[in-house]
């Protein structure tokens, strides 16, 4: 950025415009000074440069100085503009007054007369720079999406933005003047006066919340922030945050009543939140638990490998990749298994701004599981998983499937299709296709006998109930059990 003060200099005698150019660029850097000829030179210099000053003098052809002036205002009505003339008088100071010069200057012998007027292009052009700066800042605050106020020592608006009267609903002109406990409670009034502003003449400066209240009676929770400028006038910014809050609060609720543990940490892994639920499992206050990584914390100290699996899952959702896995954790009084996920959550440029630990206790289904697991493998039979398609594609088996069928449980997972198109005896896999297809389009599970064939070429009878899975209107799964009835079979037949 360019700092000099460009001045456009406007003078007939082109002599003494360059003397004028050299003392004003000697009398420092911040001069720089180009020359016009005349008045309509100087409109057209005007017209294709930026300039922060005109220096002109009276007494030229075609337009004098005021009326050069008169033409500058109508086009540039805040560029500074100084007389500098030999033709001095009171009736020319006067025309130029009126016509909105800056200031007004006449020519005299020797150099001091380039320092003063070096001096008043200065005063002039800075004015016109902070005058500039205030416009832009008063128009930002009137524009501000925000409510902005400013107060007297007294503690009246002297100031009011549209935003901040609409959010009490009010004119600006109605609360001009007006002292500030026009839009507080009696008992925020006391809060305000006691506790708040005491703190602001103290340090320069509060924000927190207060409630607003409006013209109409109702009130609104406020984000607020007051400081005090430099003459002691307090300006206060103020936003509706009742909704806001409102959404928080919710958010609270869920977040702490809910089953899981949840909590918050930064990418690094550092604890920023923690639920209720998980607290209260450990025997833990927030604060023994915030600010600290959270395989640190007491509920992963169950195991080295616990605190590792905690570390490992910090370390892949940093880089952006959902975590899951089992994990035992500690609790005050027990041990728990949880399904534990870390999810990163990430800003509009894609970098992990988040982490969402959340764990849920599973240790009753993993128990639950391990019981049925070993109740499967004791089973005189087989349990199984079947896709409902022709040649009952298997999805599991369990159970004594070797026994039953002389095939191990892995050959069903590679050769999906085994049992429907080997295993069932050929002669009867018609038939089992289609009693189980008109059966479920009415019941929700099947009982039937039919032969098999195992492995060593023996034939068997079994005995199998199935009990449909659905989605919609669709049997896409089955879940069954069967059973060997040989024995049963021959003492029938004899």
């Known amino acids: 950025m360019d700092d000099r003060i460009r001045t456009l200099h406007v003078d007939d005698d082109p002599s003494f415009a360059d003397l004028t150019a050299t003392f004003l660029e000697r009398e420092g850097e911040s ?3 180009e020359t016009a000829a005349s008045a309509g030179e100087g409109i057209d210099r005007l017209a294709e440069g930026d300039f922060d000053c005109v220096v002109s003098d009276y007494d030229m052809p075609g337009k004098n100085g005021i009326e050069f002036l008169e033409s500058v205002r109508n086009e540039y009505a805040d560029v500074p503009f100084i007389l500098f003339t030999g033709k001095g008088s009171e009736e020319v100071a006067s025309d130029a007054i009126s016509a909105g010069v800056t200031d007004y200057l006449q ?38 999406q925000e409510g902005i106020s400013i107060l007297n020592k007294d ?4 100031y009011v933005n549209e935003s901040y009267g609409e959010l009490y609903g009010y004119e600006t002109d109605e609360m001009v003047g007006e002292h500030w406990q026009l839009i507080y409670q009696d008992e925020d009034v006391g809060r305000i006066r006691e506790e708040i502003l005491p703190g ?11 409630t607003g209240l409006r013209a109409d009676g109702t009130t609104f929770v406020e984000d607020h922030t007051l400081a005090t400028t430099a003459n002691g006038e307090l300006v206060c910014t103020v936003r509706d945050v009742t909704n806001q809050k409102e959404y928080e609060r919710r958010l609270d609720a869920i977040f702490h009543n809910t ?35 959270i395989w640190e914390a007491k509920w992963f100290q169950a195991s080295d490998d616990t605190r590792s699996t905690a570390r490992e899952a910090i370390e892949q959702a940093r880089e952006g990749e959902l975590f899951r896995d089992e994990v035992r954790i500690q609790g005050e009084e027990r041990e728990i298994v949880i399904d534990l996920s870390v999810k990163p959550v990430t800003d509009s440029g894609g970098d992990v701004t988040l982490l969402v630990p959340e764990g849920r206790d599973i240790t009753e289904r993993k128990e639950y599981m391990h019981r049925l697991e070993r109740l499967i493998d004791n089973v005189p039979g087989i349990v199984y998983r079947c896709r409902n398609e022709p040649g009952w594609p298997m999805e599991s088996v369990r159970g004594e499937v070797k026994d039953l069928t ?14 429907g198109t080997e295993v069932v005896h050929p002669d009867d896999q018609e038939e089992v296709w289609e009693t189980v297809q008109q059966t479920l389009d009415n019941e929700s599970s099947f009982e039937l006998t039919y032969r098999i064939v195992t492995n060593d070429g023996t034939t068997k009878w079994v005995w199998e109930r199935g009990q449909k899975v659905s989605t919609s209107d669709t049997v896409e799964t089955i879940d069954g059990f069967i059973t060997d009835i040989t024995g049963q079979k021959r003492l029938g037949n004899e």
Request: without cysteine.
């Open 31 to 33: 001069f720089g000074v």
């Open 107 to 144: 020519k005299e012998g020797g150099s001091d007369q380039y320092a003063i007027l070096a001096n008043r292009i200065r005063n002039a052009v800075e004015r016109t720079w902070a005058e500039r700066e205030r416009r832009r800042q008063l128009d930002a605050i009137e524009t501000a």
């Open 200 to 210: 602001v003449e103290e340090t320069g400066f509060w924000h927190g919340e207060t």
């Open 155 to 158: 503690g009246e608006f002297i």
């Open 406 to 419: 002389g095939y191990p449980p892995s050959e069903f997972e590679k050769r999906e299709e085994m049992y």
């Open 259 to 293: 089953y899981t543990f949840i909590g918050l940490a930064e990418p690094d892994g550092t604890l920023i939140e923690a639920n209720q639920r998980a607290l209260s499992f450990g025997g833990l206050d927030r604060e023994d638990v915030v600010g600290e990584p």
